[in-house]
């Protein structure tokens, strides 16, 4: 695993609760590009050519829910013992269906283990250390939130249902560094898409935050990344690599409200 992240050295905790890391090799954002600075001999396109190239109009309904495992590694902060790894590894599991989401991460060892649902009304959060539940809320804090947005950028299937909302604004702004750059407004947030050559969606930037998107695989019959890197003010700071992807799992009912996952807990 050491190979797949380099020299991690931490730069600062920022207001989010994010870490800006150093890297031997950072990951450079794309310079902004002014509309009237973009190629205007370049044809528009429509965001349609990437959901098509993506095989989402062939499947109109494989975004409705899904489920995924993956391997996040993310940086370790200053003053842990210099023996240790300067990254450390968790296992993430989600399941997502329209709003509603679970989440379980939990360190290589499974001794800590976190739990984070929404059942589409109420937020539940249940943290536990050597099989001992040591924090439990219904209230969402910072840390709730920011485990909402980590869920709704967790692989890029939340990103293209997005796309796919009749309330989502997307403009055309040209080519910007051999990469087709799409401006995207939502209900609540706007960021820049690009896609490549192939009309794949390769990267995100909202702000100060920039999501990569590499390993492209077939899912039935979607096209979807593996590998997914977050880099935070122009510096790598996490990477996640999926292991599994699954469509439209069959859930049981009630699957994503605190009395099951309650009942899950006290396994």
């Not at 528009?44 to 996040?72: D, K, M, T």
């Not at 590694?73 to 329209?98: C, K, N, W, Y």
């Not at 050597?130 to 967790?154: N, V, Y």
């Not at 790598?236 to 859930?251: A, D, R, V």
Request: aromatic share 8%; hydrophobic share 40%.
């Amino acid at each position: 695993m050491k190979n797949l992240i380099s020299a991690l050295v931490l730069g600062g905790l920022l207001s989010t609760g994010l870490l800006t890391l150093s890297f031997e090799e950072p990951v450079r954002p794309i310079p902004a590009v002014a509309i009237g600075e973009a190629n205007q001999s370049a044809s528009p396109i429509s965001i349609g050519e990437a959901l098509r190239a993506h095989n989402v109009p062939q499947n109109p309904f494989a975004l409705s829910a899904f489920s995924a495992e993956a391997v996040r590694l993310t940086s370790r902060p200053p003053g842990i013992d210099p023996q240790m790894a300067s990254f450390f590894e968790r296992h993430v599991s989600v399941v997502m269906a329209g709003e509603a989401y679970r989440r379980h991460t939990t360190d290589r060892l499974g001794l800590r283990e976190q739990f984070d649902s929404f059942d589409g009304a109420a937020p539940y959060h249940a943290v536990i250390e050597k099989g001992r539940l040591i924090e439990a809320a219904d209230s969402i804090s910072d840390s709730e939130r920011g485990a909402d947005l980590s869920i709704k950028t967790f692989g890029l299937l939340p990103i293209l249902k997005q796309l796919l909302d009749p309330a989502t604004e997307v403009v055309y702004l040209g080519r910007a560094y051999g990469r087709d750059k799409f401006d995207v407004k939502t209900a609540t947030d706007r960021w820049a898409l690009f896609t490549d050559s192939e009309h794949l969606i390769c990267r995100l930037e909202a702000r100060d935050r920039v999501i990569e998107y590499a390993n492209y695989r077939s899912v039935d019959g979607l096209r979807l990344p593996f590998i997914q890197r977050l880099s935070v003010g122009g510096r790598l700071f996490q990477e996640t690599i999926f292991s599994s992807i699954t469509l439209n799992p069959s859930l049981p009912r009630g699957y994503f409200s605190r009395e099951a996952v309650s009942k899950e807990l006290a396994r």
